[in-house]
């Protein structure tokens, strides 16, 4: 069974930065694309960033290009999110998931086999 855990979420002003971590369970972490996620309460839950097993290869969504760094430790089981410059939008709960399927990098959440508890990132204006 595949845990993932996720900290680093609080409570900053606008412009300032948090690094999420999310901690997996599993001999074989690195073979396996990591996404981020996020949602706010009332609305869908929304792709942030992706990366490859290798860390090789990112992807992230328009609303955080530039903000926001997706990064792995394949010898520590961790995928990382740096966010930088947050914005109050950028409030909501935090997923981390993994994608078994062994297909492309997806962004799509119905690809995740395996998600985090979440946790709540806050930014004041």
């Known amino acids: 069974q595949v845990q993932l855990v996720e900290s680093g979420g609080g409570l900053v002003q606008a412009g300032g930065s948090l690094r999420l971590s999310c901690a997996a369970s599993?001999?074989?972490?690195?073979?396996?694309?990591m996404g981020w996620f996020r949602q706010v309460p009332g609305k869908e839950r929304e792709f942030v960033a992706v990366?490859?097993?290798?860390?090789?290869?990112?992807h992230y969504a328009d609303s955080v290009k530039g903000r926001f760094t997706i990064s792995r430790d394949n010898a520590k089981n961790t995928v990382y999110l740096q966010m930088n410059s947050l914005k109050p939008e950028d409030t909501a709960v935090y997923y981390c998931?993994?994608?078994?399927?062994?297909?492309?990098?997806?962004?799509?959440?119905?690809?995740?086999?395996?998600w985090g508890q979440g946790t709540q990132v806050t930014v004041s204006s």
């Open positions: 599993g001999r074989t972490f690195s073979s396996y694309t």
């Open positions: 998931a993994e994608d078994r399927g062994g297909g492309p990098m997806t962004t799509s959440q119905g690809s995740y086999d395996y």
């Open positions: 990366i490859s097993g290798s860390g090789g290869t990112t």
